[in-house]
């Protein structure tokens, strides 16, 4: 059936379908997934008056809990809400045959418009990282401006940092991972104290969250902020951790010479003769080898603009920094 405005345009059509006509899922399988995995929940809570003893869940402060009468009243009221008032939209293509829904498939999934990193962490408020990060972070400790894309021309930088890194340095400072894709409400909550200390000394550095920051700190740039992250992570989180050392590092961060001048970050390029005159020899039990054929160009130094610039391989540049610093707080060696 043509339903019409009243205008008598057409505004859609009524289609009846017979219970033999099968309809197929090309896409979104996830969607159907990820409702059945709801109500599984929902029924095995509802007829067993206690959580599921599944490891890795959201619920793992109460694993195998029995249900108080108020608790379960709260998932009797989820489960009426989430079998009558949830939907998921459904968009039905009829008369579409093989190759048709073969390129259905490949349209849904490589044609459409990628969001932008930064706007979709803007908008998310479901990760509990990203929550501490807009709710307590921003605005709360470090007052800088948080924009979606990179600041290319550092003349042009008012403070800025992008949402992307931010979000990678706290997933380094809270997961040690490259995103905050597994974070769980309870290891953020219980790291929160350290990360909140990290990141109160981070914002005593001078120059950071103001104008040509990066043209005054090397710490404006985020691959340095991840190195930081990492050791924090390292002394107060990982199978290593040593109070006594997190410390050290914490309070050391703003006696730190993030300066741009600082030799330090030019080890790499100096010949021996220059390493020694600078009393860079002792660093050399703290870094990686520069030898058999590894390539440890962590950036370049302009002598001109007197700027040294990291290099785009995060992940490979932020442990070499930590090691420099490492060096210069006293703290012990990676390979010890």
Known sequence: FRLLTKDEETAGFKIYLAQNHVLWVVDGQHRKKGMELVFEFLNFVRDNHRYPAKRGSLIDFALGKELDHEELAIWEEAFQV?????????????????????????????????????????????????????????????????????????????????RRQLVAINARLFLNKGNISNARPMDIAEKKPVATRFWEQV?????????????????????????????????????KKDESLLDILLNGIPDIDFSHENPMWRYYTFSDEERSTHGLDALKDYLPTDEDGYNRDIGGFDPKANVMRFGAKHNDIFPIIGDMIRWKLGLPSRKA
Not at 203 to 209: D, I, T
């Open 203 to 239: 914002n005593e550095l001078p120059y950071l969250g103001e104008g040509e920051s990066k043209l005054n700190s090397v710490a404006a740039q985020p691959v340095v902020l991840k190195a930081l992250a990492k050791l924090t992570h390292d002394f107060a989180f990982s199978k």
């Open 82 to 162: 989430a079998r009558t008032f949830c939907t998921v939209a459904v968009e039905i293509h009829l008369g579409l045959g093989i190759e048709e829904e073969r390129q259905l498939f490949h349209d849904l999934n490589n044609l459409s418009k990628k969001v932008e990193t930064g706007l979709a962490l803007e908008f998310d408020n479901s990760n509990p990282l990203n929550l501490f990060i807009k709710e307590e972070l921003v605005g709360q400790i470090i007052q800088w401006p948080v924009v979606e894309k990179d600041i290319v021309d550092w003349h042009n930088d008012s403070g800025e940092i992008a």
